[in-house]
C-alpha cells in the first residue's frame, strides 16, 4: 500500500491469496470497499482473470491423445530401428547386386556399354578374375567366403573351367542325385590330375553336376 | 493421479509396457495442450505440438531421475519445446511469402457446440481480443502468465519448470497481469 491506495502487486498477490497476514489481507480488502479508484482497479483485475478462466474453459481437447501418441511413438521407434539396420541393409545390397551384375556381364549376357565401361575401370584383382572365369563357364556361384569361391557346373563344362583356372588351388566333388549332396571334396592344384577319377564318376554323363571350390591366394 | 502414481507408471514403460504411458497423457494432455494453444493460438498447430511434446517425453523417459516431480519434469520438456518450435517457425517466416496470420484463422478455434449463442460469440471475441494481448506480451511475462493463469501451476512448480526464484516468480506474475491488465483496459475490453 503507498498510503492512499493499493499497488496492483498487492492486488494481484491478494488474488493469489498470497497476502502474508490476515490482517494486512483485511486492511486491503476494506480500502477496497471504500476506495471507487482501487475498486474500479480491482473490478478490471477479476474482469482479466475471469477471461483467463475463459480460455481455460475454452481451450480443450476435443480428443484424448493418448491412443494416438502411443500410436505414434511406436511407429517412429520401428521407423528409427529400421534406419539404424539400413547401412548393414544396403552395404549388402550393393555388394549382392555389384556381383550379381559382375556374373551376368561377365557372362556376355549383358551388353550395356555404360556398365561395360565402369566395370573396365574397377581394379582387375583375383577373385574378380575367378568370378570372370566361373561365369564365362557357365557355371553358377553358390558361396563366396573368405578361403574360398564355391560353385556348380556340368560335368561337361568341368575340364575347360579347371583348365582356365590354372594355377589356382581348386577341389571338387560329384553331386549324388536329386538330393544335392556332394561326396568328399577332391584337393588338387595344378592339371587335372584325376581325370580318370571324374570319368568314372560322371560315367561319362556330362550333366552331372560337380560342385567346386576355388581357393583364393 | 499423484506423483508417486505417475512414477509407478514412468517404471513401467521404461520396462517396456508403453501403455503404462497412457494414463499420464490423459492426466496431464490438457495442461499441455492449453499452454501450447495458448502460445500459438491455432488448434492444429496445437494438437501436433501437444503430441510430439508427449512423444519427446516417452523417448528422453530414462533421463527423468525423480529428483523433480513429473509434472515439473513434463513442462520443462514442453517449454523448450515451445521455444525451440517457435525459433524454427522465425527461421522459416524470413522466407515465407506470406508470414501474417489471417483474422479468419480465430473462428476455429472454439468449439461449434454452443448453449447460448449470443453469449457465446461475446465470450468468444472477448476471448480473441484477450489471446492477442497475452500473445503480445513480452517472452518473460507470456509464458508465466500462461503457466500461473491459464495452466494453474503453483509458484513453486513454476518456479521449478522454469528454474527461476520463487521471489523472481513472483514479480513477474504481477508486472505480467499489470501490463496484460492495463493493455486489455486500452481496448476497454475490461
Redesign the interface.
Known sequence: MNGKHIMFQKMSQLMDNDIATEEEKNSILDHIQSCDQCRREYARLQEMMKLFAGIRKNDRLRADLSGSVVKEYLSRKRKKSFFKIMPAVAAAVVFILAFGLNSYWQGGRHTSRIASSSLSVAPANDTSKVVDIISRNNAKILKVTDLYIEGEVSGGSFKRLRKELGFRKVSYAFVRGESGTSSNFIEEVGTLSNKAYMDAETNGNPSRAIRFRVYKE | MSNTEDIKNIEKVLAGD??A???I??KY??MV??YV??KFNNYDEA?DI??DI??MA??ALKSFRGESKFSTWLYSIMINYCKNYRKKQNRFSLVSMNSSRDEDEYDI???DERERPEDEVI??D??RI??EEIQNLPDDYRDI?ILR????LS?NDISDTLGINLSNV?VR???G??L??NR??ERG??
Not at chain 2, 149 to 152: A, H, M, Q, T
Open positions: 508403453i501403455e504411458f497412457t494414463p497423457i490423459k494432455q490438457d495442450f492449453r494453444y495458448s494438437l501437444t503430441q508427449f512423444i516417452i523417448e478455434q472454439y468449439p465470450m468468444n472477448s476471448l484477450m489471446k502468465l493463469d491459464i495452466d494453474g509458484y513472483k506474475i504481477h508486472r497481469r499489470e496484460l491488465k486489455l483496459y475490453l475490461i
